[in-house]
């Protein structure tokens, strides 16, 4: 097949074929691997350098996007101030301490600091010990044994050429490793276990609800009653006295509230568009097509959008109003939630109940109520168990398919000479520019793996979602699961051992038509095959952690935060509350930063005995992480969701499922050298120190980890809360469909004029009388320090902005916004406080939550006051809703200055102020 190829061309297929198949089962060709190695060091230092001084430049002159929690964190958690000074910011970071982070920036961050610099500490020690005896042993012993036939730097530190007694060597680093790993955990686990019982005895938790609050799930259909949840609380442990509430049915509400809030945003965005310039609006009115379920249309057709979108939004408004009055006649759902007077009692019940089901239900403290995934809580186990299988099936599936490209990745990318191999014209260009190429290397490989896992988390959060998780920190955990099991299998399984598999292949394929095919496997040396791949990949994995240099340095730099502002005001028309949000404190994502930073470990402990230098790599990497990480969560990141350190043992888990990971790698090293069974047979203790290890830590800590109190019964142990009997948990823990705020459209002032002429009459009288009961009442209220008027131009209103106040300081204390500042604890304003953050207004009804009952008082007849229960839904009869809060348009005078924030709301947040309480449950007592 002899004939010459043209500049175009590619081998023959027959070649190509053959090529290729030799390129897979040894991709890794090493003669680039010192070019590419020093390309990689130049770029991602450089790199990073660069991102540290445009930081330190433009930190001065941007607190929204450097430090937005200076900006809008009340006194107690504001981190310290500092000035203009271009290195001014070095100085607060370095002097932070543990226990001023914890109250400032939260357990979860603070845990997340401490697991980074425990990381650090680890990787440095390592580091030591790895450099000191490995280095010294492969090089003396691949010379020794004239093992290698290339002079290459990176392969000459690898073991290939240590045979005989040096084996030893690697047995008793292992239990080096093992045993500093196991103190570093066991050390930390007691400093976390400290941090956790000060978070358990801080005033922010002692004073919240759902500290003494507990959850019941998978409650059979004859208990689903008020009655019926003490009755399990009490075959649990029948301690204390508590106030039970099964949940109501709100059969499609949230999909209406969901579908209300995406017709505000499309409706806030065309105006946005068709307002830009009020004094020239655009010669025709904006058009959109209907949606497919609206009532009001038989079929989707193109119409006015703004007349069309007002009018929709109305009609949502009602509906939600209808179906919040009607909650009432909907059946119970299979979960509810029961109070108790103190912490203690609470947690001693759930202690008990963690290894029983009363009536086949499972007892749980509850998360904060902002934590809760609603839609989840009342699936059975079998849906559960079933949203979890498709779950783990789709996260199988893409880890199928991700294994292709991979391992093109592996064979290409990773090796430019492979490609060269198949493509001659582009061996030319290889040859003529080397260094060039070098640099390519070093770079693009480990750059194309690092965007697609950048990609990853966003997957596997929408995956998650419908695997029946009770809460967004829980779904948070399984991800980070999830993605660290994708990274092992993708990159230490199938990147680093892809050519050994297909070595597996060869053998078999050369073996046909012969009857021993096992033969011909074995003989093909399956485990010097394996050390091989794992030598002639350790090049790429050291420069794929120096490019983490490059993207600790790029996170400290907010430079895509800072562009997508920019776009965004430049390009495009952001509405109001778009504009509110990009202002707004991002939130950190715990599971990606944790899955990079267990992968970087795991990959530093499996290929230390292969090549040494990763241990220094990822030890430099964790020490700029530290320094970067620790301004980031000071002044920039809030936590979307506090776990209170709920991580901890799911990075223990993985930490330790590493370092088994590297024994098993180091055994098949020290079998592939077969210089004495007792080597391998003393590998063996690793696995049951590492398991006693675990087994310890779980007995001895993670209770504590989880429980206040574990044994004591009585209040005489612990404090009493010393809150209003009545907690109001139907409210506090209602699916918050019942009582939400809606969204109200918020438009920029220089179109107010317009929008009564823009605006089309769209008045009904029904939608006049359900606005009346409305959960928002109009929402005709001022905001804070803003000159802003409310206005309505039939039935349809708007909230005017001008554009000063277009920052989320000044909505931070919207319940519309409070997701976008971490759930409002940044700002003072917890999430389910025990007593009722709103206070009475002269605006308000009087609240009868203070009334007590009598002893003798028959609930029945006296739903006025506590002890009263309706057990037909959350609301209280219509005799007691509260009348509308606010005043009219025509009433508000601008002479009369603005109302703060916390004052408008204060008119219309106590939306529940009067709904009766719920039934006090005392243990002993029967229930009817």
């Keep these: 097949m002899s004939r010459s190829l043209s500049s175009m061309d590619v081998l023959p297929r027959e070649d190509e074929t053959d090529q290729f198949l030799k390129l897979i089962q040894s991709p890794f060709n090493t003669s680039l691997s010192e070019k590419a190695f020093w390309s990689s060091f130049g770029y991602s230092f450089g790199a990073a350098l660069l991102f540290a001084l445009i930081f330190c430049l433009l930190r001065p002159y941007n607190g929204t996007v450097y430090a937005p929690r ?46 980074t610099k425990m990381s650090r500490n680890l990787m440095i020690v390592l580091s030591v010990i790895g450099l000191g005896i490995y280095i010294p042993l492969n090089v003396v012993e691949n010379k020794r044994n004239n093992a290698l036939d290339y002079t290459n730097v990176f392969i000459s530190l690898t073991p290939l050429g240590v045979w005989g007694a040096a084996c030893w060597a690697h047995v008793i680093v292992s239990y080096t490793f093992d045993i500093i790993i196991c103190l570093f955990i066991w050390w930390n686990y007691r400093a976390v276990t400290r941090l956790r019982r000060q978070y358990l005895d801080s005033p922010e938790y002692q004073d919240s609800l759902h500290s003494r609050t507990l959850m019941v799930t998978d409650i059979p259909v004859k208990s689903r009653t008020d009655a019926g949840v003490s009755q ?95 909650v009432d006649q909907q059946k119970t759902l299979s979960y509810g939630f029961a109070s108790y007077q103190s912490i203690e009692e609470a947690h001693n019940v759930a202690f008990a109940a963690k290894h029983k089901h009363p009536q086949g239900s499972t007892v ?24 979890s299988f498709m779950n783990n099936f789709w996260v199988l599936v893409l880890t199928v398919v991700w294994t292709v490209p991979n391992a093109l990745i592996a064979v290409f990318l990773s090796n430019l000479s492979n490609l060269g191999s198949v493509w001659p014209t582009f061996q030319e260009q290889l040859e003529k520019n080397p260094r060039f190429w070098a640099a390519i290397q070093g770079i693009l490989a480990p750059l194309v793996t690092t965007l697609f896992y950048l990609v990853l988390p966003v997957i596997f959060r929408r ?181 209170a350190g709920a991580f901890w043992r799911v990075l223990v888990n993985r930490l330790l499922f590493a370092t088994v990971l590297a024994n098993v790698v180091t055994t098949i090293f020290i079998i592939d050298r077969r210089e004495s069974i007792t080597q391998v047979i003393l590998m063996i203790p690793l696995l049951v120190i590492i398991a006693g290890f675990k087994l310890y830590c779980r007995r001895t800590f993670d209770d504590n980890l989880e429980f206040y109190s ?194 408008a709301d204060q008119s219309d947040v106590n939306l529940l102020g009067d709904v009766a309480p719920l039934g006090k449950t005392t243990s002993g007592h029967s229930y009817t």
């Design 710 to 903: 574990k044994g004591l019964h009585g209040a005489e142990h612990g404090r009493l809360s010393m809150k209003p009997k009545n907690d109001r948990i139907a409210v506090r823990f209602g699916n918050p469909a019942l009582y939400k705020k809606l969204m109200v459209p918020l438009v920029h002032e220089k179109a107010n004029h317009l929008l009564k002429e823009i605006i089309r009459d769209q008045s009904d009288a029904d939608f006049g009388e359900a606005n009346h009961y409305g959960d928002t009442y109009r929402m005709q209220r001022l905001s804070t320090n803003r000159s802003s008027l409310v206005g309505t131009t039939g039935d349809a209103t708007f909230e005017v902005v001008n554009e000063s106040q277009m920052n989320f300081e000044h909505f931070r204390d919207r319940e519309e916004f409070r997701e976008f500042g971490g759930d409002g604890e940044l700002y003072s304003i917890p999430s389910d406080p025990t007593r009722s953050s709103t206070p009475t207004s002269s605006r308000q009804t009087r609240s009868n939550s203070n009334i007590s009952l009598p002893h003798n008082a028959d609930p029945a007849n006296h739903s006025e006051y506590e002890g009263a229960t309706y057990p037909t839904g959350y609301h209280p009869p219509s005799t007691f809703r509260p009348a509308p809060l606010t005043r009219e348009y025509s009433e508000i005078s601008i002479e009369q200055g603005p109302i703060t924030s916390r004052e």
């Design 70 to 115: 200076l900006k809008h964190a009340d006194e107690k958690h504001a981190p310290p101030p500092v000035d203009k000074g271009v290195f001014s910011w070095v100085a607060p970071v370095v002097k932070a301490r543990e226990q001023v982070l914890a109250e400032k920036i939260g357990l979860d961050a603070t845990l997340f600091l401490r697991f």
């Design 232 to 326: 399990i609380l009490g075959e649990a442990d029948n301690v204390g006295d508590h106030s039970g509430i099964v949940a109501r049915n709100v059969r499609g509400l949230p999909e209406l509230i969901e579908e209300h809030d995406e017709a505000i945003r499309e409706l806030e965005s065309i105006l946005a568009k068709y307002l830009k310039n009020p004094d020239k609006l655009p010669a025709k009115r904006p058009r959109c097509k209907t949606q497919k379920g609206d009532p009001c249309y038989s079929k989707v057709t193109k119409v006015d959008a703004i007349d069309y979108l007002t009018s929709r939004i109305e009609q949502l408004k009602a509906d939600i109003i209808e179906k919040r009055k009607s």
């Design 463 to 643: 995956l998650s979602a419908y695997a029946g998780d009770y809460s967004r920190t829980a779904r948070e955990r399984h991800v980070t699961q999830k993605l660290y099991g994708f990274f092992i299998f993708n990159n230490l399984i199938v990147f680093s051992l892809f050519s050994t598999a297909w070595k597996y292949v060869a053998a078999v394929k050369e073996a046909e038509g012969n009857s021993d095919v096992w033969s011909a496997i074995v003989n093909s040396h399956p485990f010097s095959n394996l050390l091989t791949a794992f030598c002639d990949v350790s090049p790429f994995w050291l420069n794929y952690l120096l490019q983490r240099n490059f993207g600790a340095a790029l996170d400290l730099s907010q430079l895509i935060k800072l562009a997508k502002g920019y776009i965004s005001r430049k390009l495009f028309n952001p509405t109001p509350r778009q504009r509110i949000e990009l202002s707004a404190p991002p939130p950190f994502d715990y599971a990606a930063y944790y899955n990079n930073f267990l992968f970087y470990t795991t990959i530093a402990l499996v290929f230390a005995p292969f090549q040494p230098l990763v241990l220094p790599v990822t030890a430099f990497y964790f020490a700029l992480d530290t320094f970067t990480k620790s301004y980031l969560l000071l002044y920039v990141f809030v936590t979307k969701h506090e776990s």
């Design 364 to 387: 749980k403290l509850a998360p904060k109520p902002s934590d809760l995934i609603w839609e989840n809580l009342p699936l059975d186990r079998h849906r559960r168990r079933w949203g």
